[in-house]
């Protein structure tokens, strides 16, 4: 070993002092800022890299889930260069701008590999340009695990995110044309579009054809399109008779100084002329169009679907032509409307309808309006009211028998996975009365799935259900008298402080919109604070809304009312009879996701005083399944909050005790007892908590 001088110490030393100073002109905490700094800037110009994606460039370990797009993007880009277009926009609609579509109708899962419900695709013609998706924080991380290396990630709601028109005029010249299938596209967003690529000098064209379907056959796996037949909706479910509604809708456009209108809307359809169909996966349409005139009604609809009965519940064979309903096949709406409209008619069309229906009517006789349809359906009759409460009664009971279940087997180390979780629990809706499926694809995540907030488990990504982590599970039903939809997150075993904390907060805010008492004129969207309230002073938030409306045996999400800081068209008043679930939540990415759900009902308030005569409004929970009192911290709760979780518990263990014990379920009655014990309020033990 050579002996260490005194001299070599300092010269050491020395040496040391100035190699740091070298590093730290570098280091890499400034490289890290600058490379910060750097993106950013590109970002706020407009520019989103390949390298923000996840394993992309893509490495020796991109996500299992990914579909490879490259072949389905050149097959595309070919068909481009024939129909001599530079970009082209795949929206994820159907011709009915539906929020769901059928298997035969996602172009915008095959072209992208994403498989998110919202969400807008633009292909370049170049492939050295790439291609981009647009879609908002429910599916970010989702997107960016199922898209390839080929497309750019585009967060919607950022703001350094360009818009469409924004990143289309950064990557084409002067004079380029840009397509989209007229029928996916509604009218509002045609002319929006349309006005901001005019002022780069881009055109914008519209045709009723997709390129998608040159690519995407049945060769190429493309399903076939449902040819399933309708059926009525009975009048002792949907409250009114079909009659009622049309004469209803006939004197709102008098009104209005229409004299008809044309119905797109899949769900405004249905429920109309009280018809049902399983064209679209989990909700009970058909494909058709409508035209409702003074002297006639048309129902365009493939004839083949129409079964006798339904024949006579709509009277075809009906003299008076005032009385029936007229059918024409569905791809006829566009010959037929000159022969039938009238030069003297003035139709409504909603902006949401596709720019496509909009095309075919003539400009001096289209009055540009929100569809009647709308608040006629979202506030429910009372027999629909009746049957929503009695379909969420049985809906609990299924729920609260399969986690009983669920939680006893996994405790007692019986394996369970999410897959097999969200099998199990449909067939325990299927055993009670009126159930006709699932209402959407339920999200069964445990520990960091449940992160991705409409997570879809896969066998690539189905994890275990087990004590070590948090098991979130959003579900619903379709049933004959109504539709349900009940969000529950569990731990089986023992959850982390701050688990326990971020659940409790979530709560608080789910129970301080349902309880908040407000008056008549109150908007939907006024609410979305409330929600946030006890996420916001912990510094937490959630990236989704915080209700939706929901269908009556329709649509699991109804529009509106809409209680979300997302602009909107509609700002709907809020009126008794109308139902929107309460579903704030809290993700924490690469553990857990937590988010609580109810369905709620705007009901008259009973108030000590009634200053101006107005009348006052509240919510009534509809959902009866009690929250998991393991992930509640209760000195967290005020006395209102406690009093509120003990009225709504004894709610629960009234009305679905008695129908648990009625079709004999003692394992899930004795777990529904357990989980709705009586709360005690202690305010100074809160108190002494808060001071330590």
Not at 62 to 88: F, H, K, Q
Request: with cysteine; aromatic share 10%; net charge negative.
């Amino acid at each position: 070993m050579v002996p260490v001088t005194t001299r070599m110490l300092i010269w050491l030393f020395a040496a040391l002092i100035l190699l740091t100073q070298a590093v730290l002109e570098v280091s890499p905490v400034d490289a890290v800022e600058k490379t910060r700094i750097e993106t950013e800037g590109k970002r706020s110009t407009g520019e989103v890299r390949e390298s923000d994606r996840l394993a992309c460039p893509e490495n020796s370990n991109p996500p299992s889930i990914r579909t490879n797009t490259s072949d389905r993007l050149r097959s595309l880009r070919e068909v481009m260069t024939l129909a001599g277009y530079d970009a082209y926009i795949i929206p994820s609609e159907d011709d009915h701008q539906s929020k769901y579509v059928s298997e035969y109708d996602k172009r915008r899962k095959y072209i992208s590999g994403f498989t998110g419900s919202a969400g807008i695709a633009v292909v370049l013609q170049k492939e050295n340009e790439g291609a981009a998706l647009w879609t908002d924080g429910r599916y970010f991380l989702q997107a960016d695990k199922e898209l390839d290396c080929n497309w750019l990630l585009m967060k919607l709601g950022l703001s350094k995110t360009p818009k469409v028109s924004e990143w289309l005029s950064s990557k084409l010249s002067r004079g380029a044309t840009v397509g989209v299938d007229a029928r996916l596209i509604t009218y509002t967003e045609w002319h929006r579009w349309e006005k901001e690529l005019r002022k780069y000098n881009i055109s914008l064209i519209g045709e009723p054809k997709n390129l998608v379907d040159n690519i995407w056959t049945v060769d190429q796996g493309r399903p076939l399109e449902s040819r399933n037949p309708i059926f009525i909706h009975e009048l002792k479910y949907a409250g009114k008779s079909w009659e009622t509604k049309l004469a209803d809708l006939q004197e709102t456009l008098e009104l209005k100084g229409v004299n008809g209108t044309i119905v797109t809307a899949l769900d405004d359809i249905a429920w109309l002329f009280n018809v049902r169909g399983s064209d679209i996966p989990y909700n009970p349409f058909f494909k058709a169009y409508a035209l409702i005139l003074p002297e006639q009604s048309r129902l365009y609809v493939r004839k083949d679907i129409i079964t006798p009965e339904v024949e006579e519940h709509l009277k075809l064979q009906d003299f008076d032509e005032e009385k029936r309903v007229h059918i024409a096949e569905y791809d006829t709406l566009d010959s037929d409307l000159p022969n039938v409209l009238g030069k003297s008619n003035k139709i409504l069309i909603s902006p949401k309808s596709s720019y496509y229906v909009h095309s075919i009517v003539p400009q001096d006789q289209k009055v540009v309006e929100e569809s009647p349809i709308i608040m006629m359906k979202i506030v429910k009759n009372e027999v629909e009211i009746e049957g929503m409460k009695n379909a969420h009664l049985r809906d609990a009971v299924a729920l609260i028998d399969f986690v009983s279940l669920l939680e006893e087997e996994v405790k007692a180390g019986i394996p369970w996975d999410e897959i097999k979780a969200q099998e199990e629990l449909s067939k325990y809706r299927l055993e009670q009365p009126l159930n006709k499926g699932d209402s959407f694809s339920t999200i069964s995540a445990s520990g960091p799935n449940g992160a991705v907030i409409h997570y879809s488990s896969k066998p690539e990504t189905n994890r275990s259900i087990d004590t070590e982590h948090i098991y979130l599970l959003d579900s619903g039903g379709q049933y004959l008298d109504g539709t349900t939809d009940v969000t529950r997150t569990f731990h089986f075993g023992t959850p982390t402080d701050f688990q326990k904390e971020t659940y409790t907060r979530v709560l608080m805010g789910a129970i301080e919109l349902a309880s908040f008492v407000f008056r008549e004129g109150t908007r939907d969207k006024d609410f979305e604070l409330l929600a946030r309230k006890y996420l916001y002073e912990a510094g937490l938030n959630y990236n989704h809304g915080t209700g939706h409306g929901i269908g009556a045996f329709l649509c699991v999400h109804e529009f509106p009312p809409l209680i979300s800081s997302a602009s909107s068209d509609i700002n709907v008043v809020l009126k008794a009879g109308m139902f929107s679930s309460d579903e704030p939540g809290y993700y924490e990415e690469g553990e857990f996701g937590i988010r609580l759900e109810n369905i709620i009902m705007v009901t008259e308030a009973k108030t000590k005083h009634n200053f101006g005569g107005l009348t006052y409004l509240t919510w009534d929970p509809v959902t009866l399944v009690p929250f998991e009192p393991n992930l509640i911290k209760i000195e967290m709760l005020n006395e209102h909050q406690v009093n509120w979780l003990n009225d709504y518990h004894q709610k629960v263990r009234y009305l679905v005790g008695k129908e648990l014990l009625a079709q004999d379920k003692g394992r899930a009655y004795a777990w529904m007892m357990n989980k709705t014990q009586h709360i005690p309020f202690y305010p100074c033990q809160r108190l002494v908590k808060n001071m330590e």
